[in-house]
C-alpha cells in the first residue's frame, strides 16, 4: 500500500507538470527544446509509473491469490466444517481469480482516486479560483453517485457470488457422477438443471452489469457536464481579458484530471465489487473455528489407544486398545462408524468426546504433519492422479530412489502388469487411475504403503468390489505389508479377517477384549 501511494503522489505531480508544460508550449510562452525535453521527460515519467503500478498491483495480487488457495485447502483437510466440494473448488477457481480485478484494477484506482483530485484541486485554488470552485462542487457528486450504486449492487453481487458457487458445485458433481446419470437415463434432466443454474446466474451478472453500464453513462455525463461549466467560464473571461492564454490553456488541461480517476474508479468498480464479494465469502470459510492442533513433531512409542470416543452419526463411545505391531481388525454392519474410526485416527474428524492417545500422549497435542509422516494409508477408493505410475507411488515419499519404488511394486505384486505397458513405470495415467484396473489401482496403493514404510498402517476396507483372484493378490500384498507394523484395517472379508490378530466388532460399539 505504501507503494501504491508512493506512485499516486508521483503520478500527481507528473500530470501537474505535463499539463504546466503543455500550457507553455501551447500558449508560446516558452518554446525552447528544454521544455520539449522536459516535457518528454514527464511523459516517460508517467508511462514508467503506470506501469510500475500495474506491476506491484499484479504482484500483490498474485501474492494473496497463493496464500488464500493454501489457506482454503489447509482448511478444507484440517477437519473443520465440511464444505460441498463444488462450492470449495468454485471459490478456490474462480472466486479467487475475481480478486484480479480488486487487487489490480479497483485497489489502485482508489489510490489515485483519493491522491489525484486533491492534488489538482489544490493546484486550480492557486491558479485559479473560479474554476477550483467549480470543481469542488460537482466533484462530491462523483463519489456520491458511486456510493449509491454500490448499495444497490452490493447485493447484487453476493447473490451473483452465490449463484456462480452452485453453478460450479451442481457442474462438478454431474460430471463426477455423468456414467451412473447416463446409465439410468437421468443425463438429460441433469443437463436442464445445470442450464436453469446457469440462467440464474446469467441473469444476476447481466442485471449487475446493466447497473454497472447505466452508473458509468451517468458518470461520464456528470463529468462532462461539470467541465463544460469550467470550459465556459475560462472562455468568457478570457474574452474579457480577465484571464491570460496560459493560465486558461493549463487550468482546461488540468481540470478533467481531478474527474478522471474517479470515472475510472467507477468503470472498475463491477470488477472490485465481484471482487470482494468472493473475498467476503472466502473469508467466512476461513473465518471458521479449526480443531486445535498440537505441535509436537516426536512421536512417542507404545500402544494406540482410543477411549470413550463418540463423534456422530456412528461412534459413541468407543474403546480399543492397539498394541505396537499388532494387527486390529475392525468390522460390523455399513455405518456403525468403522471409516469414521479412521479418520479421527488420521486426524481428518475432530471427535465429541473421548480422546485418541498414542503413547499415552492425546493425538490432539502431536503436531498433524508429523503425525501424518508417521502413517500410511490406504483407503478403499484410492485416489490417482494424472501422472505416470512412478509420479503417484512416491506421493508419500518423493525423493525415494528408483530402487526403492522398484521395490514397492515388486511387494504390491504390481511387477508384471508394469512390465506389460510399454512404457513401464513411465506409464501416464489418466484422472482417477485411467488406464489401470480397479485391483491394480488398488495394488498401486499399497505400493504407496510399501515406499512409505511407515509403523502405523491404516487400511479401509482395501478388497472391496474385487473379484476372487484378485482379492487374493491384494491380500497376498497386504500379507507382506503388515509384517512388523502397527495396524488398523477396516474389514467384513475372510481372507483379510484371517490376517489379524483379533477383531472389533462395532455392533455394538463398546470395549474391545
Known amino acids: 500500500m505504501a507503494a501504491a501511494v508512493a506512485l499516486g503522489m508521483v503520478a500527481a505531480l507528473a500530470l501537474v507538470a505535463q499539463a504546466w508544460l503543455l500550457a507553455v508550449l501551447i500558449s508560446g510562452t516558452d518554446r525552447s527544446r528544454g521544455a520539449l525535453a522536459a516535457l518528454l521527460a514527464v511523459v516517460l515519467v508517467r508511462t514508467a509509473t503506470a506501469w510500475l503500478g500495474e506491476t506491484v498491483a499484479a504482484r500483490c495480487c498474485a501474492r494473496v491469490k497463493s496464500e488464500l488457495r493454501a489457506a482454503l485447502l489447509t482448511h478444507a483437510t484440517a477437519g473443520g466444517r465440511q464444505h460441498p466440494p463444488g462450492a470449495l473448488a468454485t471459490l478456490a477457481t474462480r472466486g479467487i481469480d475475481s480478486l484480479d480485478g480488486y487487487f489490480a484494477r479497483y485497489l489502485?484506482?482508489?489510490?489515485?482516486?483519493?491522491?489525484?483530485?486533491?492534488?489538482?484541486?489544490?493546484?486550480?485554488?492557486?491558479?485559479?479560483?473560479?474554476?477550483?470552485?467549480?470543481?469542488?462542487?460537482?466533484?462530491?457528486?462523483?463519489?456520491?453517485?458511486?456510493?449509491?450504486?454500490?448499495?444497490?449492487?452490493?447485493?447484487r453481487?453476493?447473490?451473483?457470488?452465490?449463484?456462480?458457487?452452485?453453478?460450479?458445485?451442481?457442474?462438478?458433481?454431474v460430471v463426477a457422477g455423468l456414467p451412473t446419470l447416463k446409465v439410468f437415463g437421468r443425463a438429460k434432466p441433469q443437463a436442464a438443471a445445470i442450464a436453469t443454474v446457469g440462467s440464474a446466474y446469467r441473469e444476476h451478472a447481466m442485471g449487475t452489469l446493466r447497473i454497472a453500464f447505466l452508473s458509468s453513462l451517468v458518470l461520464e455525463l456528470l463529468a462532462t457536464l461539470a467541465m463544460a461549466l469550467v470550459a465556459v467560464a475560462i472562455g468568457l473571461r478570457a474574452l474579457s481579458g480577465s484571464l491570460d492564454l496560459e493560465t486558461a490553456l493549463f487550468v482546461l488541461v488540468l481540470a478533467p484530471e481531478a474527474y478522471l480517476p474517479l470515472r475510472r474508479l467507477g468503470e472498475s468498480y463491477h470488477a472490485g465489487a465481484e471482487g470482494a464479494a468472493a473475498a467476503t465469502q472466502i473469508l467466512d470459510v476461513l473465518d471458521e473455528p479449526l480443531p486445535v492442533r498440537g505441535t509436537r513433531t516426536e512421536i512417542p512409542a507404545g500402544p494406540l489407544e482410543v477411549a470413550g470416543l463418540s463423534l456422530a452419526p456412528a461412534l459413541d463411545g468407543l474403546s480399543l486398545t492397539v498394541e505396537p505391531g499388532e494387527v486390529v481388525a475392525i468390522a460390523g454392519r455399513s455405518g456403525c462408524g468403522k471409516s469414521t474410526l479412521l479418520r479421527v485416527l488420521l486426524g481428518l474428524a475432530t471427535p465429541t468426546a473421548g480422546s485418541v492417545r498414542v503413547g499415552g500422549m492425546d493425538l490432539r497435542e502431536l503436531d498433524l504433519e508429523a503425525w501424518h509422516a508417521h502413517l500410511a494409508w490406504v483407503p478403499q477408493r484410492p485416489h490417482l492422479f494424472a501422472g505416470t505410475i512412478d509420479e503417484n507411488v512416491r506421493l508419500g515419499r518423493p525423493d525415494a530412489p528408483a530402487e526403492?519404488?522398484?521395490?514397492?511394486?515388486?511387494?504390491?505384486?504390481?511387477?508384471?502388469?508394469?512390465?506389460?505397458?510399454?512404457?513401464?513405470?513411465?506409464?501416464?495415467?489418466?484422472?482417477?487411475?485411467?488406464?489401470?484396473?480397479?485391483?491394480?489401482?488398488?495394488?498401486?496403493?499399497l505400493a504407496r504403503a510399501f515406499l512409505r514404510d511407515a509403523p502405523l498402517l491404516l487400511l479401509d476396507e482395501p478388497t472391496a468390489g474385487l473379484d476372487g483372484a484378485t482379492e487374493a493378490e491384494v491380500v497376498r500384498a497386504i500379507r507382506?505389508?503388515?509384517?512388523?507394523?502397527?495396524?488398523?484395517?477396516?474389514?467384513?472379508?475372510?481372507?483379510?479377517?484371517?490376517?489379524?490378530?483379533?477383531?472389533?466388532?462395532?455392533?455394538?460399539?463398546g470395549v474391545a477384549a
Not at 507382506?480 to 455392533?507: I, K, N, Q
Open 108 to 155: 489502485p484506482q482508489v489510490v489515485l482516486a483519493a491522491i489525484v483530485p486533491v492534488v489538482v484541486v489544490t493546484v486550480l485554488l492557486a491558479r485559479d479560483w473560479i474554476s477550483a470552485a467549480i470543481v469542488l462542487v460537482t466533484l462530491p457528486l462523483v463519489p456520491l453517485l458511486m456510493a449509491l450504486v454500490g448499495a444497490t449492487t452490493r447485493d
Open 157 to 173: 453481487m453476493e447473490a451473483q457470488v452465490h449463484s456462480l458457487q452452485r453453478l460450479g458445485g451442481h457442474f462438478l458433481d
Open 404 to 445: 526403492a519404488v522398484r521395490r514397492a511394486v515388486a511387494d504390491a505384486q504390481l511387477t508384471e502388469a508394469i512390465a506389460a505397458r510399454p512404457d513401464g513405470l513411465q506409464t501416464q495415467l489418466g484422472d482417477h487411475g485411467a488406464g489401470l484396473s480397479a485391483g491394480e489401482r488398488q495394488r498401486l496403493a
Open 480 to 509: 507382506r505389508l503388515v509384517r512388523g507394523r502397527t495396524v488398523v484395517v477396516v474389514a467384513h472379508r475372510p481372507a483379510l479377517l484371517a490376517l489379524a490378530d483379533r477383531v472389533v466388532d462395532l455392533d455394538p460399539i
